[in-house]
Protein backbone atom coordinates (compact mmCIF):
# COMPACT_ATOMS: atom_id res chain seq x y z
CA UNK A 1 0.00 0.00 0.00
CA UNK A 2 1.15 3.54 -0.49
CA UNK A 3 1.32 5.70 2.31
CA UNK A 4 0.21 9.50 2.32
CA UNK A 5 1.93 11.50 5.03
CA UNK A 6 0.47 14.99 5.57
CA UNK A 7 1.88 17.87 7.07
CA UNK A 8 1.07 20.16 9.39
CA UNK A 9 -1.66 17.84 10.69
CA UNK A 10 -2.85 21.51 12.40
CA UNK A 11 -1.91 24.85 11.04
CA UNK A 12 -3.10 28.16 12.64
CA UNK A 13 -3.21 31.02 9.81
CA UNK A 14 -4.83 34.36 9.46
CA UNK A 15 -6.50 36.12 6.57
CA UNK A 16 -4.10 37.02 3.68
CA UNK A 17 -1.44 34.32 4.63
CA UNK A 18 0.35 32.05 2.43
CA UNK A 19 0.37 28.57 3.71
CA UNK A 20 1.99 25.16 2.36
CA UNK A 21 0.37 22.01 3.27
CA UNK A 22 2.86 18.71 2.28
CA UNK A 23 1.80 15.68 1.11
CA UNK A 24 4.30 12.71 1.23
CA UNK A 25 4.06 9.60 -0.20
CA UNK A 26 6.01 6.29 1.03
CA UNK A 27 6.58 5.32 -2.84
CA UNK A 28 7.04 7.12 -6.43
CA UNK A 29 3.29 8.10 -7.62
CA UNK A 30 4.08 9.87 -10.78
CA UNK A 31 1.73 12.71 -11.36
CA UNK A 32 -1.27 10.89 -9.97
CA UNK A 33 -2.18 13.13 -6.87
CA UNK A 34 -5.24 15.22 -6.09
CA UNK A 35 -6.04 17.18 -3.42
CA UNK A 36 -9.57 18.32 -1.73
CA UNK A 37 -10.88 20.92 0.37
CA UNK A 38 -13.48 19.57 2.92
CA UNK A 39 -15.46 21.93 5.67
CA UNK A 40 -17.60 20.20 8.58
CA UNK A 41 -20.95 18.17 7.42
CA UNK A 42 -20.16 18.26 4.07
CA UNK A 43 -18.67 15.89 1.25
CA UNK A 44 -14.60 16.43 -0.01
CA UNK A 45 -14.54 18.93 -2.90
CA UNK A 46 -11.91 18.67 -5.43
CA UNK A 47 -9.61 20.99 -5.81
CA UNK A 48 -6.57 20.16 -7.60
CA UNK A 49 -5.31 16.92 -9.94
CA UNK A 50 -2.57 15.61 -11.53
CA UNK A 51 -0.48 17.46 -9.42
CA UNK A 52 -1.04 20.63 -10.45
CA UNK A 53 -4.76 21.15 -12.76
CA UNK A 54 -6.77 23.04 -11.41
CA UNK A 55 -10.31 21.52 -10.97
CA UNK A 56 -12.93 23.79 -12.78
CA UNK A 57 -14.60 26.59 -10.96
CA UNK A 58 -11.67 26.63 -8.33
CA UNK A 59 -10.21 29.92 -7.59
CA UNK A 60 -6.79 30.43 -8.74
CA UNK A 61 -5.06 31.31 -5.05
CA UNK A 62 -4.94 27.72 -4.80
CA UNK A 63 -2.11 26.31 -6.62
CA UNK A 64 -0.20 22.35 -6.29
CA UNK A 65 3.31 21.20 -7.35
CA UNK A 66 5.67 18.60 -6.39
CA UNK A 67 6.65 14.96 -7.92
CA UNK A 68 7.46 11.72 -7.35
CA UNK A 69 6.84 11.51 -3.66
CA UNK A 70 6.62 14.93 -2.46
CA UNK A 71 3.57 17.39 -3.26
CA UNK A 72 2.76 20.57 -1.72
CA UNK A 73 -0.80 22.72 -2.11
CA UNK A 74 -0.49 25.92 -1.80
CA UNK A 75 -2.87 28.72 -0.94
CA UNK A 76 -1.13 32.27 -2.20
CA UNK A 77 -3.67 34.16 0.26
CA UNK A 78 -5.79 32.74 2.85
CA UNK A 79 -9.50 33.91 2.47
CA UNK A 80 -12.42 33.09 5.17
CA UNK A 81 -13.73 30.08 3.13
CA UNK A 82 -10.94 28.42 2.90
CA UNK A 83 -11.06 27.53 6.71
CA UNK A 84 -10.85 23.88 6.42
CA UNK A 85 -9.60 20.76 6.49
CA UNK A 86 -7.29 19.77 3.22
CA UNK A 87 -6.71 15.97 1.95
CA UNK A 88 -4.15 14.65 -0.46
CA UNK A 89 -5.38 11.41 -2.36
CA UNK A 90 -3.22 9.23 -4.78
CA UNK A 91 -4.42 7.53 -7.53
CA UNK A 92 -1.46 5.68 -8.86
CA UNK A 93 -1.55 2.69 -7.54
CA UNK A 94 -4.30 0.37 -6.12
CA UNK A 95 -5.92 -1.28 -4.71
CA UNK A 96 -6.07 0.47 -2.45
CA UNK A 97 -6.87 3.59 -3.17
CA UNK A 98 -5.22 6.35 -0.27
CA UNK A 99 -6.13 9.16 1.37
CA UNK A 100 -3.34 11.53 3.76
CA UNK A 101 -4.53 11.65 7.08
CA UNK A 102 -5.87 15.42 6.27
CA UNK A 103 -4.61 18.97 7.47
CA UNK A 104 -6.84 20.86 9.50
CA UNK A 105 -6.22 25.35 8.94
CA UNK A 106 -8.23 27.16 11.39
CA UNK A 107 -7.87 30.42 12.80
CA UNK B 1 -24.75 18.15 -14.20
CA UNK B 2 -23.54 15.26 -12.00
CA UNK B 3 -25.29 14.46 -9.11
CA UNK B 4 -24.50 11.37 -6.35
CA UNK B 5 -26.87 10.54 -3.25
CA UNK B 6 -26.41 7.98 -0.77
CA UNK B 7 -29.52 5.85 0.95
CA UNK B 8 -30.08 3.20 3.36
CA UNK B 9 -30.00 1.75 6.78
CA UNK B 10 -28.69 4.64 9.07
CA UNK B 11 -28.59 2.46 12.29
CA UNK B 12 -27.18 -1.31 12.43
CA UNK B 13 -26.84 -3.58 15.26
CA UNK B 14 -23.36 -5.38 15.48
CA UNK B 15 -23.10 -8.48 13.19
CA UNK B 16 -25.50 -7.05 10.59
CA UNK B 17 -25.21 -6.65 7.27
CA UNK B 18 -24.80 -2.91 6.04
CA UNK B 19 -26.93 -2.48 2.37
CA UNK B 20 -26.07 1.38 0.65
CA UNK B 21 -27.50 2.54 -2.31
CA UNK B 22 -25.84 5.23 -4.39
CA UNK B 23 -28.24 6.86 -6.72
CA UNK B 24 -27.05 8.88 -9.88
CA UNK B 25 -27.46 11.38 -12.68
CA UNK B 26 -25.28 12.86 -15.03
CA UNK B 27 -23.67 10.20 -16.57
CA UNK B 28 -24.56 6.61 -17.39
CA UNK B 29 -22.09 3.65 -16.19
CA UNK B 30 -22.55 2.25 -19.19
CA UNK B 31 -20.02 4.52 -20.59
CA UNK B 32 -16.54 3.92 -21.07
CA UNK B 33 -14.49 4.72 -18.50
CA UNK B 34 -17.18 5.78 -16.10
CA UNK B 35 -16.64 4.62 -12.83
CA UNK B 36 -18.11 4.58 -9.02
CA UNK B 37 -16.59 4.65 -5.36
CA UNK B 38 -17.40 4.03 -2.13
CA UNK B 39 -15.63 6.27 0.44
CA UNK B 40 -16.06 6.52 4.27
CA UNK B 41 -14.87 8.77 7.11
CA UNK B 42 -15.38 7.89 11.19
CA UNK B 43 -16.29 10.86 12.79
CA UNK B 44 -13.00 13.34 13.22
CA UNK B 45 -10.77 10.83 11.20
CA UNK B 46 -9.65 10.60 7.67
CA UNK B 47 -10.98 9.70 4.56
CA UNK B 48 -11.09 5.77 3.59
CA UNK B 49 -11.51 4.14 0.26
CA UNK B 50 -13.69 1.14 0.54
CA UNK B 51 -14.74 0.02 -3.18
CA UNK B 52 -14.76 0.72 -7.00
CA UNK B 53 -16.80 -0.28 -9.79
CA UNK B 54 -16.56 0.73 -13.57
CA UNK B 55 -18.48 0.66 -17.19
CA UNK B 56 -17.13 -2.94 -17.95
CA UNK B 57 -18.36 -4.30 -14.26
CA UNK B 58 -14.71 -4.16 -13.55
CA UNK B 59 -14.64 -4.25 -9.81
CA UNK B 60 -12.04 -3.26 -6.71
CA UNK B 61 -12.21 -3.30 -3.13
CA UNK B 62 -10.01 -2.17 -0.30
CA UNK B 63 -7.74 -5.20 1.16
CA UNK B 64 -8.08 -4.43 4.37
CA UNK B 65 -12.36 -4.95 3.73
CA UNK B 66 -12.27 -6.90 0.63
CA UNK B 67 -13.98 -10.26 2.13
CA UNK B 68 -16.76 -7.93 3.92
CA UNK B 69 -17.27 -5.99 0.93
CA UNK B 70 -19.39 -6.02 -2.48
CA UNK B 71 -20.47 -3.71 -4.99
CA UNK B 72 -22.92 -4.31 -8.12
CA UNK B 73 -24.78 -2.06 -10.35
CA UNK B 74 -27.95 -1.65 -11.79
CA UNK B 75 -27.51 0.53 -15.21
CA UNK B 76 -30.96 0.64 -15.64
CA UNK B 77 -32.11 2.55 -12.17
CA UNK B 78 -28.69 4.29 -12.33
CA UNK B 79 -27.56 2.87 -9.32
CA UNK B 80 -24.50 1.44 -7.34
CA UNK B 81 -25.23 -0.84 -4.23
CA UNK B 82 -22.63 -1.61 -1.66
CA UNK B 83 -22.72 -4.42 0.92
CA UNK B 84 -20.43 -4.74 4.12
CA UNK B 85 -21.13 -7.77 6.35
CA UNK B 86 -20.40 -8.32 9.77
CA UNK B 87 -20.92 -5.06 11.05
CA UNK B 88 -18.88 -3.42 13.71
CA UNK B 89 -18.71 -0.01 15.72
CA UNK B 90 -15.41 0.98 14.14
CA UNK B 91 -17.59 0.80 11.10
CA UNK B 92 -19.61 3.68 12.38
CA UNK B 93 -19.10 6.77 9.52
CA UNK B 94 -19.86 8.92 6.67
CA UNK B 95 -20.37 6.76 4.11
CA UNK B 96 -19.90 8.33 0.94
CA UNK B 97 -20.50 7.62 -3.19
CA UNK B 98 -18.14 9.60 -6.12
CA UNK B 99 -17.33 9.41 -9.52
CA UNK B 100 -14.83 8.81 -11.11
CA UNK B 101 -13.87 8.64 -15.09
CA UNK B 102 -10.52 6.59 -15.73
CA UNK B 103 -8.58 4.40 -13.38
CA UNK B 104 -6.10 7.64 -12.51
CA UNK B 105 -9.14 10.15 -12.36
CA UNK B 106 -9.60 11.84 -8.82
CA UNK B 107 -13.23 11.86 -7.25
CA UNK B 108 -14.74 14.74 -8.71
CA UNK B 109 -17.97 14.21 -7.90
CA UNK B 110 -19.33 13.06 -4.34
CA UNK B 111 -22.94 12.37 -3.03
CA UNK B 112 -23.87 14.46 0.37
CA UNK B 113 -23.44 11.18 2.73
CA UNK B 114 -25.03 9.02 4.79
CA UNK B 115 -23.72 8.83 8.53
CA UNK B 116 -24.23 4.76 9.63
CA UNK B 117 -24.05 4.07 12.96
CA UNK B 118 -23.02 1.03 14.55
CA UNK B 119 -24.61 -0.12 17.84
CA UNK B 120 -26.77 -2.39 19.52
Known amino acids: DIQLTQSPSFLSASVGDRVTITCRASLDINRYLAWYQQKPGKAPNLLIYDVSTLQSGVPSRFSGSGSGTEFILTISSLQPEDFATYYC??????????FGGGTKVEI | QITLKESGATLVKPTQTLTLTCTFSGFSLTSSGEGVGWIRQPPGKALEWLALIYWDADKRYSPSLRNRLSITKDTSKNQVVLTMTNMDPVDTATYYC????????????WGQGTLVTVSS
Open chain 1, 89 to 98: HQLNSYPPLT
Open chain 2, 98 to 109: AHRRWSTSPFDY
